[in-house]
């Protein structure tokens, strides 16, 4: 019948047929009722099934995990877990997630040393599971992939010392790297605050001896207390808590 059943509706014009074709003599006790209010369903009821026999269900308690998203789990996730436990600096090296020529998943089967694209912990757990799958075991496919990784790693540094000599050599300049320049700024804030050091030191200690001098310590800078300087020592001197150096 489609999605829509009309048959309830159309009761009314069947039996209406009939009584003008004199194939229904009377109008049947329905007859103006449906006429005024035509069902919107089916008129038939269906016997209910009988479950007096049956024992009644017990209610099931819903679990917490029922609309909880399932854990995917690969295989290489341990064996990744456990190589970059091992080496953690591997995550601060940027890389590119680009897939090189799309067959990036099949690259277990080549060596580490023989591959034609930058070597990087990914690769070396792709590695490891080729192994594996290979026959190795777990402890001597993750030794022979992490040979492979540290040659090609000492081999990829040659190469960029040689070519950094090469051109240090044709008169290159590359400047100073970002840890140089983070150790001189730190050298600068260290001075600054070593002079203010001293200062507050002197004043505080001719204060102590003459009571000529009034310290002159700016709200900005710390206090006293904050530089390590304790003022009233037992004795009536003022000597710092802590050696500071000059």
């Known amino acids: 019948m489609g999605r829509y059943d009309f048959r309830p509706t159309r009761v009314h014009q069947t039996a209406t047929k009939l009584l003008r074709t004199a194939k229904l003599q009377n109008k049947p006790p329905w007859y103006e009722v449906v006429g005024r209010n ?14 007096s026999n049956r024992s009644k269900p017990k209610p099931q308690a819903l679990s917490s995990e029922q609309y909880r998203p399932r854990r995917i789990v690969y295989d290489e996730d341990t064996l990744r877990r456990t190589f970059f436990v091992d080496h953690p600096w591997e995550l601060a090296r940027p890389r590119l997630v680009i897939e090189n020529d799309g067959r990036n ?7 580490l ?5 930058t070597v990087s912990g990914e690769g070396a757990v792709q ?7 290979g026959g190795m075991t777990r402890a001597s496919a993750y030794d022979q992939a992490r040979r492979e990784f540290y040659q090609s790693r000492l081999q990829d540094d040659a190469e960029v ?4 000599e090469e051109a240090l050599a044709t008169g290159a300049y590359f400047g100073q790297t970002t840890i140089h ?5 730190e050298d600068e804030s260290y001075e600054s605050w070593r002079h203010w050091a001293d200062r507050a030191f002197t004043e505080l200690e001719q204060k102590s001896a003459g009571g000529l001098i009034t310290p002159n310590v700016s709200e900005d800078e710390p206090e006293a ?22």
């Open 38 to 51: 035509p069902p919107s369903q089916k008129l038939v009821r269906t016997q209910p099934n009988d479950h």
């Open 105 to 111: 998943a099949t690259n277990g089967s080549r060596s």
């Open 113 to 117: 040393l023989s591959s034609n694209h």
């Open 127 to 133: 590695r490891q599971l080729y192994l594996m799958q």
């Open 161 to 164: 010392r040689v070519a950094k």
């Open 181 to 185: 320049v983070g150790a001189e700024l």
């Open 225 to 246: 207390e904050d530089v390590g300087i304790n003022v009233e020592n037992g004795d009536g001197d003022a000597k710092p808590s802590v050696p500071i150096s000059i």
